[in-house]
């Protein structure tokens, strides 16, 4: 789809949402590999589930703010206090749920931190370093094994497709349309 500043971009990013624009056009699909970026594409599209993506993007600043620049260290250590404050902020996702996974789910990223030297490590190492260009589904074989090696650590909201769109988001896989500028 060819927009107005005559660039072709994927018909997901909303051309009335600089913001969104802004995502797609730098963001997503570039490869990541900062271990605190990458926690905090996690916990987002832990919220995301359910919801647009445009909705939490929409909330990233308060998010931060919230979930104090999303450092997993300072995540895990959220106690019920701090949780139930969370759940009464009005400008992130008040599901109690979802943030107690991403508590615990912070405690998990820490873990596999230790075992593997880094997140980035162990989530590059399924693809051996590289990215893959793949455009359409919404899960695969590769999120199908990743989920399940996440939830077997013990974390939640992490099903095959908010893995899958995790994966996208952080570049592990290329998911542009064809057409769009930044396809593969």
Not at 3 to 32: Q, S
Not at 41 to 52: K, R, V, Y
Not at 86 to 114: M, P, Y
């Amino acid at each position: 789809m060819e927009w107005a500043d005559g660039t072709r971009r994927c018909r997901w990013a909303n051309p009335k949402n600089p913001a969104y624009i802004a995502y797609h056009d730098n963001e997503w699909g570039v490869p990541l590999h900062d271990d605190r970026a990458l926690f905090e594409l996690l916990i987002l599209e832990t919220f995301q589930a359910g919801l647009s993506w445009e909705c939490v993007l929409n909330k990233r600043p308060a998010f931060r703010e919230a979930f104090e620049g999303f450092y997993p260290e300072q995540v895990a250590a959220f106690g019920e206090e701090k949780q139930a404050q969370l759940a009464q902020n009005a400008a992130i996702i008040r599901n109690r749920r979802k943030i107690k996974a991403a508590v615990k789910n912070a405690a998990v990223f820490l873990d596999i931190q230790k075992e593997w030297g880094s997140f980035d490590a162990w989530l590059w190492h399924w693809t051996e370093g590289k990215s893959i260009a793949e455009y359409g589904p919404a899960s695969s074989p590769l999120s199908d094994a990743i989920s399940k090696d996440l939830k077997g650590r013990g974390m939640s909201f992490v099903g095959t497709t908010v893995v899958y769109a995790y994966l996208q988001a952080a570049g592990v896989i290329n998911g542009h349309e064809p057409g769009c500028f930044l396809a593969p």
